[in-house]
């Protein structure tokens, strides 16, 4: 097992701890490694010697407080679960390190992220396309001289200017609908919950 106090650390802020090995990009694919407060010390330390081995940069979340807002089923639907989350370089040192992810993460349990797709059928591992540095009081991304609000929703969202996902290939097939609720309407929902998705 990876000794957690031997990350190197770039910085702490509200209870999150980062470790860069170079400049982020202000944008681009990030993955995030969910987990459950049973196997969180366990995943950061994987991710931790893998990071070490292979010089890409993370942030994790480093209070129980912030962890457990994280895991709190009736926490925020956008940002529930995304208890570590990996800055690769560009689009294939993402595709390689999802990989390289998956071979050590694969069989620990954790719960889905809502705004991500999920990779190779796991539920700990996902990713999307985002923002990595905040330069402007809103969250923007920027292509072609144009500049695009990072606009997150519970559910797998690409930005205007990318077409395809370039890793649906791995993600989980989309569930088929169920015909049971062909003739039922639904006008509202009286309380969102992440429910059983975190686990």
């Known amino acids: 097992m990876y000794p957690i106090n031997k990350i190197p650390i770039s910085y702490e802020h509200n209870g999150w701890c980062g470790s860069n090995f170079y400049l982020l990009p202000h944008q681009g694919w990030k993955i995030h490694v969910s987990a459950t407060i049973q196997n969180y010390q366990t995943v950061l330390n994987h991710v931790a010697f893998l990071s070490q081995k292979l010089k890409f940069s993370f942030k994790y979340a480093s209070s129980i407080s912030l962890i457990n807002s994280l895991l709190d089923i009736h926490g925020s639907r956008i940002n529930g679960g995304k208890l ?23 069989n620990f349990s954790g719960p889905i992220i809502l705004t991500d797709a999920q990779f190779k059928g796991t539920t700990n591992i996902s990713y999307r396309y985002g923002l990595f540095v905040a330069i402007e009081e809103k969250n923007y991304l920027y292509c072609n001289g144009k500049k695009y609000l990072d606009k ?30 062909d003739n039922i309407s639904l006008d509202y929902a009286i309380q969102f919950s992440l429910g059983d998705n975190m686990k």
């Open 152 to 181: 997150k929703e519970p559910y797998f969202l690409l930005p205007p200017f990318i077409d395809t996902d370039p890793f649906a290939k791995e993600a989980l097939d989309p569930i088929k609908p169920n015909t049971l609720w």
């Open 84 to 106: 570590i989350t990996i800055y690769p370089q560009n689009k294939e040192h993402c595709s390689r390190l999802l990989y390289d992810l998956y071979r050590f993460l694969k």
